[in-house]
């Protein structure tokens, strides 16, 4: 079991098995192996290794001699690493002694020599041989679990998604009914991820330095989203305290929501105030509406953009804005539009500026290109 701290973003608690989504994108298997499966994923492992170096070797053959006398040398390195005996060896024992999947065994123990290295201060040859264990694991899972990979946006079962960090696009992409919380290493408060997984209430904590190195696909982690807490391979009794938290939790935020719903927000000299809430999407409405807001005071459409790869059409605008309409009745929604920079903007045509944050940005983007920003006021309107 290790303790880890980050930034805690997005509050609540996560329990469950890591995706790790930087080098892998694969659903790993970590479920306890029956004595009759253990040699038939051991003949499966060694199949897939020896797929792993036909790949290579072929790609060695496929060289010029120009770039096989520069490259060749360094692949023909990771084909003596897959045929080595020992290491071998090694994801045997782990699938016999502890009778785990071929692919999280492999995992497994790849991470392990990763994580050795990494915490001897690799350097030089070493930090090469980092490199090539990173992509050893890639060809062995990609022969293991062939085209198994996952996306974010359809995942096969629940997970707690660890990443070196989150696109916009993918953090807007998230299959909310698996995403049990996100971990990434980079990110703060007002990070995408941070407001996406607030905005959506899953639990998260962002900040925690080499964690996608330090765990594999299927490990058990715990989130802590307000605290910042992590927890990797927590024990049975870390476990069973915190279910017993998330339970706890859950009570309470259910009890305050259904008490607070329906009473006015007013303050203490009888000053009326009146909740919105803040969106990505339509989807998140009713959501809001569950938790008493009682309109829409800021609707992000960059994540409209973002989710068309940048070039959403006056259709697609219309499209959210009539939905948003539509679930919220007569009750008020505020638009904002495209509020990014043109340093988020793929060929915009714009020359690259120093600092973009003070530069070619929102509104000044949209008056420079109105070709954008023309079809979303159109919608709107």
Known sequence: ?????????????????????????????????APGEVNGEVDRLRKAVEAAVAE???HVDGMSKKIRDVAGSILEAQIRMLQDAHFQEEIFQEIRHNAHTADYAASRTIRRKIKLLEESGAEGFARRVVSDFMDLEKSILRNLLGTKREDVSHLAGPAVIVAHDLSPSQAIGLDRSKVLGILTEVGGLTSHTAIVAKSLGIPAVVGVE??????????PVILDGAAGTVI???????????????????LLE??????????????????????FANIESPEDIPAAL????????????????????????????????????????????????????????????????????????????CFE???????????IL
């Open 56 to 58: 290579i070797r072929a």
């Open 369 to 379: 290109r109105p070709e954008i920003f023309k079809p979303q006021l159109r919608a």
């Open 254 to 275: 259910k009890q305050r929501a259904k008490e607070l719903h329906d009473l006015p927000a007013v303050t203490t000299d009888g000053t009326r105030v009146e909740i």
């Open 1 to 33: 079991m290790e303790i880890r701290r980050g930034i805690g973003v997005s509050s609540g608690y996560a329990i469950g098995e890591a995706l790790v989504f930087d080098r892998e994108e694969y659903r790993i298997s970590r479920r306890t192996l």
């Open 210 to 219: 080499s964690v996608a190195a330090d765990i594999a696909s299927g490990d």
């Open 290 to 365: 569950e938790h008493g807001a009682e309109g829409i005071g800021l609707y992000r459409t960059e994540f409209l953009f973002l989710g068309h790869r940048f070039s959403p059409t006056e259709k697609d605008h219309l499209d959210a804005y009539g939905r948003a309409v539509q679930l919220l009745g007569k009750r008020r929604i505020i638009i904002r539009t495209l509020d990014l920079g043109a340093d988020k903007m793929p060929e915009s045509g714009i020359a690259r500026e120093s600092n973009p944050f003070l530069g070619t940005r929102a509104i000044r983007l």
């Open 232 to 250: 990797l391979n927590p024990d049975e009794g870390t476990l069973k305290r915190y279910r017993a938290m998330e339970r706890n939790h859950l």
